[in-house]
C-alpha cells in the first residue's frame, strides 16, 4: 500500500485565498481591516522567524500588521502593560504573544491579562473552556488546520480511533477536543502511557505531536491509517546540513498508512493561514458581524 499524501500546503495556499478574499470583503463592504499585533519578547532566534512569517503573512494578505519586540530583560508589568494596550487599540483585533517567556514573565499572567476576543492563539482559559462547552469561537491555530486537512482528505471521522500523542496546551489538548466534537473516539497520550505502540497500532487517526525526531515508527501505524504528523523538528545530518522533520519516521510509515502528512508541507504549511483565518474571525465578531464563510 502507498500513503495518499496529505498537501497541507495546497490546501493552505486555497485557504489562504479564502480568507484574503473574506478579507477584503470585510474592508469594503464594513470599512474594517482585520489587524494582527504580534509581540515577541527576547531573541529566541526560532521565536523571531515564526513572528516575522506571521506578521509578513497578514501583509501580504493586506491585513494590518504590528509586531512589538521587547528585550529578554523586560519584567513582566511591561509586557502586561503591552497587552493591555494592545487590548484597548481598536485597530488590532488579533493578538500574538510569541511563546516561550522569559522565565521572569508568567505565560498565565499573560493569558490571564489577554482579552479573550482577541485571543486568536486560542490560550486563554475563557477559549480553551469554550471549546471544552462545545460553544468555540477561536480555536487554536493547528489543531484546526489539522481538523480540515481531515476532512478534506478522510472526510467523516465519526466512530473512527483517533490518538493524540502529546498534551500540550496549544496542541494535544484542543487537538483531542476537536476530535471528539467530531465524534471520533479519542485517547490521548504522553510521556507516561504505557504500552505506546500498541495503542498506537490501533488507532485509525495517529497524530503525533512530541517535538522528537522519528519518534513514532513504521510498524506503529495500523494499515490504512491516517497519519498527522505534527512534529517540527530541525536536526543536523552527519554531513553538517540541516533539515526539518516530523516526529514521524516517514518513509516506514507511508508505507501502511492510508494517508500521511509530510513535514514540511503537511500541518505546518496550515498554521500560519489558521492564524489570519481567526485574525479574520475576531474583526467580524468584534464588529457585531456574523462568522464570514471559509
Ligand atoms: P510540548 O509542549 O513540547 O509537549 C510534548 C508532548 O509530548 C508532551 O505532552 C509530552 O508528554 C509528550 N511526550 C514527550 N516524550 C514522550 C514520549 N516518550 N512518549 C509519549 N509522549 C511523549 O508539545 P507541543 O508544543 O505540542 O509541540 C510538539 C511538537 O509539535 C514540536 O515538535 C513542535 O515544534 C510541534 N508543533 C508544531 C506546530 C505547527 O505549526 N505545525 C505547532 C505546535 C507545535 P508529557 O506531557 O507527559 O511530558
Known amino acids: 500500500m502507498s500513503a495518499k499524501i496529505i498537501d497541507?500546503?495546497?490546501?493552505a495556499s486555497g485557504l489562504r485565498a479564502r480568507v484574503q478574499a473574506q478579507g477584503e470583503r470585510l474592508r469594503r463592504e464594513h470599512g474594517i481591516v482585520p489587524g494582527l499585533a504580534t509581540v515577541l519578547v527576547g531573541a529566541d532566534p526560532a521565536s523571531e522567524v515564526y513572528v516575522r512569517n506571521k506578521n509578513k503573512t497578514a501583509e501580504t494578505i493586506g491585513f494590518h500588521s504590528v509586531s512589538h519586540h521587547l528585550p529578554a530583560s523586560a519584567s513582566e508589568a511591561e509586557v502586561l502593560s503591552l497587552v493591555r494596550a494592545l487590548n484597548a487599540d481598536?485597530?488590532?483585533?488579533g493578538i500574538l504573544v510569541q511563546m516561550p517567556l522569559p522565565a521572569q514573565v508568567r505565560e498565565a499572567a499573560v493569558l490571564d491579562t489577554l482579552d479573550p476576543a482577541k485571543d486568536v492563539d486560542a490560550l486563554t482559559p475563557t477559549n480553551a473552556g469554550l471549546l471544552l462547552s462545545g460553544r468555540a469561537h477561536l480555536v487554536s491555530c493547528t489543531p484546526a488546520g489539522v481538523m480540515m486537512l481531515l476532512k478534506e482528505y478522510v472526510g467523516d471521522i465519526a466512530g473512527m480511533d483517533a490518538l493524540v500523542i502529546g498534551r500540550s496546551l496549544l496542541f494535544g489538548k484542543?487537538?483531542?477536543?476537536?476530535?471528539?466534537?467530531?465524534?471520533?473516539t479519542v485517547t490521548m497520550a504522553h510521556s507516561r502511557t504505557r504500552d505506546l505502540p500498541d495503542v498506537a497500532r490501533r488507532a485509525d487517526i495517529l497524530v503525533a505531536a512530541i517535538g522528537k525526531p522519528g519518534f513514532v515508527k513504521g510498524d506503529w501505524v495500523k494499515p490504512g491509517a491516517a497519519?498527522?504528523?505534527v512534529g517540527i523538528n530541525r536536526v543536523t545530518a552527519a554531513d553538517g546540513k540541516t533539515a526539518i522533520v516530523g516526529d514521524v519516521d516517514y518513509d516506514?510509515?507511508?508505507k501502511l498508512a492510508g494517508a500521511i502528512t509530510p513535514v514540511p508541507g503537511g500541518v505546518g504549511a496550515m498554521t500560519i493561514v489558521c492564524l489570519m483565518r481567526?485574525?479574520?474571525l475576531a474583526a467580524a465578531a468584534q464588529a457585531g458581524l456574523p462568522p464570514p464563510n471559509i
Open 227 to 229: 497519519v498527522i504528523d
Open 278 to 280: 481567526n485574525t479574520l
Open 252 to 254: 516506514a510509515a507511508a
Open 8 to 11: 497541507g500546503k495546497a490546501f
Open 90 to 93: 481598536k485597530s488590532v483585533h
Open 174 to 184: 484542543p487537538a483531542a477536543q476537536l476530535l471528539l466534537a467530531a465524534n471520533a
